[in-house]
T-cell receptor, first 113, second 115 residues
Framework: GDSVTQTEGPVTLSEGTSLTVNCSYE??????LFWYVQYPGEGPQLLFK?????EKGSNRGFEATYNKEATSFHLQKASVQESDSAVYYC????????????FGAGTKLTIKP | GPKVLQIPSHQIIDMGQMVTLNCDPV?????FYWYKQILGQQMEFLVN????????KSKLFKDQFSVERPDGSYFTLKIQPTALEDSAVYFC?????????????FGEGSRLIVV
């Protein structure tokens, strides 16, 4: 079945430094890739999604490129802020067929001022 | 943006009792999901539901679990009887029909404590 593997947390960074959270996936189907963010006490919410290979998604300074050859979708941000502290989930769903969305284990990010 | 509402937000229940978690999905959404998150751990898929039927369920969806959406009202997760290991936050999610997008919208969770 489908699987998503991402950087094991927790990750702690200082404000203003750069961020990379690795995400790799396995699927036999043609997927849409997602990054979700979960703030404390809330449900996950969509950060952005990319339905097509070799395209880039971005939101709030975060970005990721759908790399079909490498089966990767790494999350990056050039300069993190304290408000970025949250859990980040990489996820995929097939564009055709079943409706299941597969999430990675999540990466807890803490940004220190 | 679209909102998924979950009721109750918190519930404490005695082991062996029944509990029903209610979800009011986004209007006009067609696919419904439940996820379970034990404190400090990852979110795990339980079940998805479409057109009145369970489409897929995980190993975590024990025989004591059931879901339904009678007459288009709340999408419910019922646990009967509850066990200590059912203590977790349960997230409901919904998404539009296949042609309308595949983004999943989550509620804020129902925290269940079984004592």
């Amino acid at each position: 079945g489908d699987s998503v593997t991402q950087t094991e947390g927790p990750v702690t960074l200082s404000e203003g430094t750069s961020l990379t959270v690795n995400c790799s996936y396995e699927t036999k189907q043609y997927p849409t890739l997602f990054w979700y963010v979960q703030y404390p006490g809330e449900g996950p919410q969509l950060l952005f999604k990319v339905p097509k290979a070799n395209e880039k998604g971005s939101n709030r300074g975060f970005e990721a490129t759908y790399n079909k050859e490498a089966t990767s979708f790494h999350l990056q941000k050039a300069s993190v802020q304290e408000s970025d502290s949250a859990v980040y989930y990489c996820a995929l769903t097939p564009n055709y067929g079943n409706e299941k969305i597969t999430f990675g284990a999540g990466t807890k990010l803490t940004i220190k001022p | 943006g679209p909102k998924v509402l979950q009721i109750p937000s918190h519930q404490i229940i005695d082991m062996g009792q029944m509990v029903t978690l209610n979800c009011d999905p986004v209007s006009n959404h067609l696919y419904f999901y439940w996820y379970k998150q034990i404190l400090g751990q990852q979110m795990e898929f339980l079940v998805n539901f479409y057109n009145g039927k369970v489409m897929e369920k995980s190993k975590l969806f024990k025989d004591q679990f059931s879901v339904e959406r009678p007459d288009g009202s709340y999408f419910t997760l019922k646990i009967q009887p509850t066990a200590l290991e059912d203590s977790a936050v349960y997230f409901c999610a919904s998404r539009p029909g296949r042609r309308s997008g595949n983004t999943l919208y989550f509620g804020e969770g129902s925290r269940l404590i079984v004592v």
